[in-house]
Structures are given as structure tokens and as C-alpha cells.
């Protein structure tokens, strides 16, 4: 186990720079989700650490150690790959033990430690079995497996569930999750899917254009992030940020979007800092922060719906505000109809507002 | 194959395998003869039309490896009755076999000496190329090589003209160096002509197995050789089995350097068969007794690589 440092780390691909003044401390036996787009510089972080890229500039410390002139094989960390890469010609049994074999594990011992860890993953069955006659999770299960074995100083995965279906993703995140808790190694753990981020993970790092954005607890993370970025990618449905006006009437001060004659009514405390600053500013609300109501209500005004995207435990409704589309979330059935009329209101206390140029959290942390 | 065919469709498909089977008695018709022709009596073997029906004779392969002579006189019934079988079956055919004055030896024809050299040549040359190919296809591939492009043209280049373009050059070339009429001379020329393909053929198979493998062995605790040797070859194999194919064939039927570069020592079974056309009269049951075998270790490897061979030949397409 192992705490990793990553200093003031630059990579450079020719004259492209994907990684920009990277620092991240991860602290030993966390679990880590760096998070962001595909070509984002999650993946190139990752195999910075592992050894398997180097970095242009900055340090990779292990346990206090600099570890980025080091090769892979020097590091002590595992590593899992999206396309799991068994190898074909080997059994899973000898796949397992490959890293075993690299150190010249006695064969005893080997033994001993795959028939523990495919104790701990459940394919004891298939360790006699090659890679390609096994089912995609337990083709993961395996490439774990390999990762675990040796015991190492972490585990590093790159988007592991990526090639599997939705409903066994559901369940290996959650025989991670359980590896994770069981054995106490500091992960890292790369992916797109803002889900699996916010489920997994301790702190979620979230990575854009080689930039780091936030580091925090995924709660953290969803109620407060630093900037539209974040906002957007984390949360589904996706957050709703529309440019914003101010305009303040009846002593109230309201934000109006989509050039919708009336506007949401906001305390003055919450917005006094953002609306005299003379430049663009964005609302971004979150589905669940827009509030609907059949009856007509203090602050909310009326609207019509448009599409509605049923899902079971609640229903997305698009709200047309003036030229714009709300997505709020309301219980299962509350609108019946496309087109329906409601009355809507947005929660201020859980709304942002975004600086139009630099997409900052204007609002700070709460 | 779909499951439910239209009559036209069952049409289209009868129609393409007998095409099919068309193509493939052409094909197959020239080794029949070579067959049928090695096992015939002398005799039998150029007659309009052609015997089809015959009691099959191994006289021909006793007269391949074999030096003989016209007889002069008939042999005495003492002789005749005392010779082997396979002399009487030289001395039916109206010559007799040569044997060393002292010792009493048979003389060999020298078919078998230039067979082991088509065969040391053809192996040799074989696994140099396959495997100096292989690591070279394996550096292009996972490498950054500067103007990689520029070089994989300029190694592809080298198969653009007929090799035999340079043969004049090379003899005067192998002269000078001594390389003339050794193995060693032909084992270097058939490597250098089949290494530009087996460098893009095996260039195609290594890209397709996926960087993760080694990269993976790399994390493990293996350097990069031992990644190579570990993982990258056996899921290569198909790839090298098949290119080892294409490269025993070209190297074992090289007929026009081998006639100019080699005589006696080195001298491969190729230029050496028609060689025997010009003795005497020719005998076309002997030549075709030494084609049929010369097609036996083409037929033998193909066979043993086939498995490698149908996924190889799809090349690249290896994964799973």
C-alpha cells in the first residue's frame, strides 16, 4: 500500500500538451476516480503513474520516492486495462500467476496465492479455462485477479467496465467496490462515466483538457463544483446552465433565461455579488432543484412541458422557459401529457451561476 | 451461410461450386501427371494418347538417385540373376548402374545431395528471414521510428524489380567474395529476398495484437524482451507460420539463382532436374520421379502449418 504524489507533472504528445502542471496527492488506501472526457488526460495520468508513458516534466513520488525516471516494472504497481489484455495462450490459472512468475515465486506459493485471490473473485471454476472461454466479467475478474496477486503498491484501472453491459457493470462496480473495502489498496480508477465515479469513489478527480478542475468527494464534487465544467459533467441528467439576465421588481430580484419575460425569484444576498459585475453570467440548475407545481404558487410562474422521459423511480420533464429547455425531475407521472401547462420555480439555494467567459463557480463555496 | 437461400440464390451457389471444381481439376491435373508419369515404365510414359491404365513401377526413383550408363552388351545370366532387384529393374530398362571401380559401390546420381541442399537452404534461409522479419516488424510496430514510413517503402522496394536484374552483379559480386556455389551464398540471397515480405506481413499481424499485452507484462516485472518473447510471439505464431509458408516456397523453388549461382556443392534440386533432361534421350519418367519427390516437403509443411495457415491467411484477423 502506498501513498502516490504527483508534482507539477507535464506531458507533452509532440506539441500537444495533454497533461498541464498535474499536482495530486493520493493518499495511501484511497480510492481515487480521475473522471473527464476522453481525451481529457485521465488515461495519460494513469499510465504516467504506472510507468507505462513517460512524463515531459514533474515528479511521480511512491511512498516518497521519485519514481518517474523508474520503469514499469521497477514501480510495484498493478494494472488493469480496459480490454482486460488476458493473454490468450495461457490458461486463466497461468494468467493469473504472471506476475508471480516474473519475481520467481516459488511454484508452492504461487499456487497458493492465485487459489486466494480466485477465491476472493469466485472463479476458482475457470482457472483452468482459457481467457476466451469466459464471460466479459469474469474475463475482468481475472485481469483483477492478475493486479491483485502480487500484492501491490496500487492498483491502478483504466476504465476497467468499459466493455461490459450496463447491468454487469452495475455489479463489478459493486465487487470492486467490495475488493476495495476488503482490502484496503490505494486505487486509481480511471473513467468517463460520471456514475461509476460518483459511486466508487473516496475523491474524484476530474480531469479537462489536460487541466485539473476539482478534487473532492463526490458529494463534494456534485453540490459544489468549481466550475461548468464539472457541473455539467457530473450528475445525470445533465446540469441545466442557460445564460442569465437580472432584472429586479416588487423588490425582488429575479434571473430570467431564455429571454423569458418573467424570472425566478432569488434572494438579494444570493445574487448581489454576481449581477453587477457587468459580464456574462450562466444559471446552472440542477433537474432536481427545478421545482413544478399544477396550482399557482408564490414565485413560480407559468410554463409549458414538452417531452417527458419516464424512468421508473421518477420522470425528466422538459419545461419550455422562454426559449430555453428546464429538465426538472418530479415524481413518477406528475405530468401527465406532453404539452401540459405547470407552474415553475427553481430552488435558489441550490442554484449556480457560472461566469459566461471562464465557466467559474461565481457563487464560491457555499 | 444464411439459413433460408432462395431458389436463385441455391442456383448461384451450385454454379460456384462447380466453377469451383472446374478450377481445381486444372490446378490439380499437372501434379497427376507428374505422379502418374514418375511411376509409369519408360515406355509408357510419352505415348498419344496417354496410358492411363499401367502397373505402377518405382523403376524411375532407382534411376533418379542413381548413375547409370547404356548398356553396351547385355549382362550375363549369372549377372542379371545375382543383381539386386532394383538393378535388374536399371538393367530392363537397357542401362546399368554405375559403381565404383575399387570399391564397388554404387555411384549416386546426386539428386539426394541437392535435395539436402534445397532443404538446408530453403529451412535455413526460412527461419532467418521469418524471425529477423519478425523483430523487425515488431520495432516498426511498437516504436517510434523515424521516417518509418520512408523505410517500410524502401524495404518494400526491394521486391519491385525481378531479382533477377541483379543476378549478373550478384555472381561477379559472390565471386569476388568467395560465396559462389555455397550455401551459406544462397542461404543470404533467399533471405534478403523474402525478408521485405515477411517484414510487412508480420508488420500487419503484430499491429493487430493489442500494446496492452506487453504493456501488461511490463507492469508485471518483465523487461521488454522477456514481454516479447512472453506474450507478442505465441499470439504472432499464426502470423509466422504463415509468412514461414510463403517464404519456404518461394526459397524451395528458386530456380534461376540457384542455376547460376551454384554447380556441384551447393547446387539445389531445381536447376538440377531439368539438368537431366539433356543427358541422352531424355527420360521423362526419371524427371517426374524427381519432381514428385521435389513436391513432397512443400505438401508436408503446408499440411503441418494448415491450422496457422487458414487464420494466417486471413491476415491480421487473429484475435479470438
Not at chain 1, 501513498?3 to 507535464?10: A, F, K, S
Not at chain 1, 476516480?33 to 515528479?59: C, F, H, N, P, Y
Request: a neutral charge.
Amino acid at each position: 500500500m502506498a501513498q502516490i504524489d504527483m508534482r507539477n507533472v507535464q506531458k507533452f504528445f509532440g506539441a500537444n500538451q495533454v497533461l498541464k502542471d498535474l499536482d495530486l496527492t493520493i493518499e495511501d488506501g484511497e480510492f481515487v476516480v480521475m473522471l473527464g472526457q476522453s481525451g481529457g488526460g485521465k488515461t495519460t495520468a494513469l499510465r504516467a503513474i504506472a510507468g507505462l508513458e513517460t512524463v515531459t516534466s514533474g515528479q511521480i513520488l511512491i511512498d516518497g520516492v521519485e519514481m518517474q525516471d523508474k520503469k514499469a516494472a521497477d514501480r510495484d504497481i498493478a494494472f488493469v486495462f480496459q480490454s482486460f489484455s488476458l493473454y490468450p495462450h495461457m490458461t486463466v490459472r497461468e494468467n493469473i500467476s504472471f506476475p508471480l512468475r516474473a519475481v520467481r515465486m516459488g511454484s508452492a506459493d504461487r499456487e497458493k496465492a492465485v487459489n486466494e485471490v480466485a477465491e476472493v473473485l469466485q472463479i476458482t471454476e475457470h482457472l483452468d479455462n482459457k481467457p476466451s472461454a469466459l464471460s466479459g466479467g469474469d474475463m475482468q475478474r481475472v485481469a483483477i485477479g492478475r493486479a491483485l496477486v502480487r500484492r501491490p503498491k496500487a492498483l491502478l484501472m483504466d476504465e476497467p467496465l468499459g466493455v461490459l453491459d450496463a447491468k454487469l457493470r452495475e455489479q463489478m462496480r459493486a465487487e470492486i467496490k467490495r475488493l476495495h473495502i476488503a482490502r484496503g489498496s490505494t486505487s486509481v480508477y480511471v473513467t468517463h462515466d460520471q456514475v461509476e465515479a460518483m459511486s466508487l469513489a473516496d475523491r474524484i478527480v476530474i480531469l479537462h483538457d489536460g487541466v485539473l478542475q476539482q478534487v473532492g468527494a463526490p458529494e463534494e464534487v456534485y453540490l459544489h463544483p468549481t466550475n461548468a465544467f464539472v457541473a455539467k459533467f457530473v450528475g445525470s441528467p445533465v446540469m441545466n446552465i442557460h445564460e442569465a439576465q437580472f432584472s429586479g421588481v416588487n423588490g425582488h430580484s429575479s434571473v430570467h433565461i431564455g429571454g423569458a419575460g418573467t424570472g425566478f425569484h432569488f434572494p438579494e444576498q444570493l445574487i448581489n455579488h454576481v449581477r453587477n459585475t457587468g459580464q456574462a453570467v450562466s444559471l446552472g440548475v440542477r433537474p432536481e432543484a427545478v421545482l413544478l407545481s399544477h396550482e399557482p404558487q408564490e414565485g413560480y410562474f407559468p410554463a409549458q412541458t414538452s417531452n417527458i422521459e419516464p424512468l421508473g423511480s421518477h420522470d425528466i420533464v422538459d419545461v419550455l422557459v422562454g426559449e430555453t429547455v428546464l429538465r426538472a425531475r418530479t415524481e413518477s407521472g406528475y405530468i401527465a401529457r406532453e404539452g401540459q401547462q405547470v407552474f415553475v420555480n427553481i430552488d435558489p439555494a441550490q442554484a449556480h451561476f457560472f461566469d459566461g467567459a471562464t465557466g467559474l463557480n461565481l457563487r464560491g463555496a457555499n | 451461410m444464411a439459413g433460408v437461400q432462395t431458389s436463385a440464390e441455391k442456383w448461384t451457389n451450385r454454379t460456384a461450386i462447380a466453377a469451383v471444381f472446374v478450377a481445381l481439376i486444372i490446378m490439380l491435373t499437372p501434379i497427376y501427371w507428374i505422379a502418374a508419369t514418375a511411376f509409369k515404365p519408360r515406355n509408357l510414359a510419352t505415348t498419344i494418347p496417354p496410358t492411363v491404365v499401367y502397373e505402377p513401377t518405382v523403376a524411375p526413383f532407382v534411376k533418379l538417385f542413381t548413375k547409370r550408363s547404356q548398356l553396351r552388351e547385355q549382362p550375363t545370366q549369372e549377372e542379371y540373376d545375382t543383381a539386386p532387384w532394383w538393378e535388374k529393374m536399371v538393367y530392363d530398362g537397357g542401362e546399368k548402374v554405375v559403381r565404383n571401380r575399387k570399391t564397388g559401390e554404387v555411384r549416386s546420381s546426386g539428386y539426394g545431395d541437392r535435395f539436402k541442399n534445397s532443404l538446408i537452404v530453403s529451412v535455413i534461409s526460412t527461419i532467418l528471414a521469418v524471425g529477423m522479419g519478425t523483430l523487425t516488424a515488431y520495432g516498426f510496430s511498437r516504436f517510434k521510428v523515424a521516417g518509418e514510413d520512408d523505410w517500410l517503402f524502401f524495404i518494400l522496394s526491394t521486391r519491385m524489380l525481378p531479382p533477377v536484374v541483379v543476378a549478373i552483379p550478384m555472381f561477379l559480386m559472390y565471386r569476388v567474395v568467395g560465396l559462389n556455389d555455397t550455401h551459406m551464398g544462397l542461404i543470404i540471397l533467399y533471405t534478403a529476398f523474402n525478408l521485405s515480405f515477411a517484414v510487412w506481413i508480420m508488420k500487419g499481424f503484430i499491429d493487430e495484437i493489442p500494446r496492452e499485452y506487453e504493456e501488461a507484462a511490463l507492469v508485471d516485472g518483465y523487461t521488454r524482451i522477456q514481454a516479447f518473447f512472453k506474450v507478442v510471439l505465441p499470439e504472432a505464431l499464426t502470423g509466422m507460420a504463415a509468412t514461414a509458408v510463403f517464404c519456404f516456397i518461394t526459397a524451395w523453388n528458386e530456380y534461376a539463382f540457384a542455376l547460376i549461382m551454384t554447380n556441384r556443392n551447393a547446387q539445389t534440386a531445381p536447376p538440377y532436374i531439368p539438368s537431366q533432361v539433356g543427358s541422352g534421350l531424355p527420360d521423362w519418367t526419371v524427371i517426374a520421379a524427381g519432381t514428385f519427390l521435389f513436391l513432397i516437403p512443400v505438401a508436408i509443411f503446408t499440411f503441418l502449418l494448415r491450422n496457422h495457415l487458414l487464420r494466417g491467411m486471413s491476415f491480421g484477423a487473429i484475435r479470438k
